[in-house]
Every structure is written in C-alpha cells, then in structure tokens.
T-cell receptor, first 114, second 114 residues
Framework: DGGITQSPKYLFRKEGQNVTLSCEQN?????MYWYRQDPGQGLRLIYY???????QKGDIAEGYSVSREKKESFPLTVTSAQKNPTAFYLC?????????????FGPGTRLTVL | AQSVTQPDIHITVSEGASLELRCNYS??????LFWYVQSPGQGLQLLLK??????LVQGIKGFEAEFKRSQSSFNLRKPSVHWSDAAEYFC????????????FGKGTTLSVSS
C-alpha cells in the first residue's frame, strides 16, 4: 500500500541531545513537508522540500535541520538549539509543488524531552 | 498575510444532530481551502477541498463545506453526526509563498454526546 510512514511513533530525548525523526513516502511525490503541532496551536510549518536536494525554511525552522537526498525520504533533526522541542511532529507529501496539490499526512511522531 | 481562523475551540453535539464548524480565512486572491480531520494521536485525513467552481463541496464521511467569498468563510457541515465523528477538525488554506505549504487554523475539537 502506498503511503507515508513516520518513525518512531514515540521518541524521548534528554536535554542537549539531537534526535532525528524519519519520514518515508512511497507515493512518488516530489514535495515533502514537516509540521509541528502543539495543543491549541494548530500545525506550523518547519521545513519543506519541493524537489530532491532542495529545501526551504518554514515559519519555525530555528533549532531544526533537514536533508532531502532521496525523493522518498525527508528526515528531520531536532537539535539541542530547539528550546522547546516537546511536540507532535507530522510529515506530509504532495505529488507536485503546485498550490492545488493535496497534501497527505503521515501518522506522526510524538517527541518528549525529559 | 494569509491566515485561517476557527472561532470555536470545542463543540459538543448530540449524536444524530446536525453539525457546522466555522472557518474564516484571510486571503487576497482566490483561496484554495481544505478541511482535515485528526483522531487522537493520529495524522491528518483530508475530508474535502475547494479550488474553484461549485461553492458547495462534497467530501468523505458525509461531510460537505460551502465556500462563501462575501463572508470569507468555508464552513464544514454534516446533517447527522455519528459518535465516530468525534475528533479534531482543521481548516487550512494553501500558501502562495512557502511553496505549497498549508496554513492551518488552530482546530476545533468535536465531542459527540449520546
């Protein structure tokens, strides 16, 4: 079945550690996105990538980094510079980078900083 | 700047009753609008979308939404709510700046009482 997978589902991190969240899609989509969700805040864009080897900062990119070396993969690293990383992280993809292309979401990763 | 407002944080509806969730957007040109639903701890599922044409849009699970340009609204409706509809609902507009990223409202939590 085609879809978006995110791993792990739950992730715990000690303060000062970097962690990487995985996002893989087998939909052959060109564009991929990372959103952060906090209670009562909706979803906010962290980074997006329209094609391989290219990515752009979103509204809240500070303390995060990404790579897009393969079309199907868009990992997100939460660095120690992110002051409040505890949140639910959602990855999404769309077929093309057109404004009308529907985004499909993965099941999410919940990150907790201990 | 584009924005989406969902005025109701939490709504409770009796099972079998009708439902309307409000969404207002701020956008200068023709907006591309979406409604997503999220069950607890899960990713987002697309309910419906509006790009152009007929202002009444049909979606999955018996939902529909009406685009009203004069009111800058895109309200979601369902004639008869089922207990399984209890979830969080997000309205979104496609950004014309950050690639094709979505700008989300803060969400409305729907509870269904028996």
């Amino acid at each position: 079945d085609g879809g978006i997978t995110q791993s792990p589902k739950y992730l715990f991190r000690k303060e000062g550690q970097n962690v990487t969240l995985s996002c893989e899609q087998n939909l052959n989509h060109d564009a991929m996105y990372w959103y952060r969700q906090d209670p009562g805040q909706g979803l906010r864009l962290i980074y997006y990538s329209q094609i391989v080897n290219d990515f752009q900062k979103g509204d809240i990119a500070e303390g995060y980094s990404v790579s897009r070396e393969k079309k199907e993969s868009f990992p997100l690293t939460v660095t120690s510079a992110q002051k409040n990383p505890t949140a639910f992280y959602l990855c999404a993809s769309s077929m093309l980078a057109g404004i009308t292309d529907t985004q499909y979401f993965g099941p999410g990763t919940r990150l907790t900083v201990l | 700047a584009q924005s989406v407002t969902q005025p109701d944080i939490h709504i409770t509806v009796s099972e079998g009753a009708s439902l309307e969730l409000r969404c207002n957007y701020s956008y200068g040109a023709t907006p591309y609008l979406f409604w997503y639903v999220q069950s607890p701890g899960q990713g987002l599922q697309l309910l419906l979308k509006y790009f152009s044409g007929d202002t009444l849009v049909q979606g999955i699970k018996g939902f529909e939404a009406e685009f009203k340009r004069s009111q800058s609204s895109f309200n979601l409706r369902k004639p008869s709510v089922h207990w399984s509809d209890a979830a969080e609902y997000f309205c979104a507009v496609a950004s014309n700046q950050a690639g094709t990223a979505l700008i989300f409202g803060k969400g409305t939590t729907l509870s269904v009482s028996s």
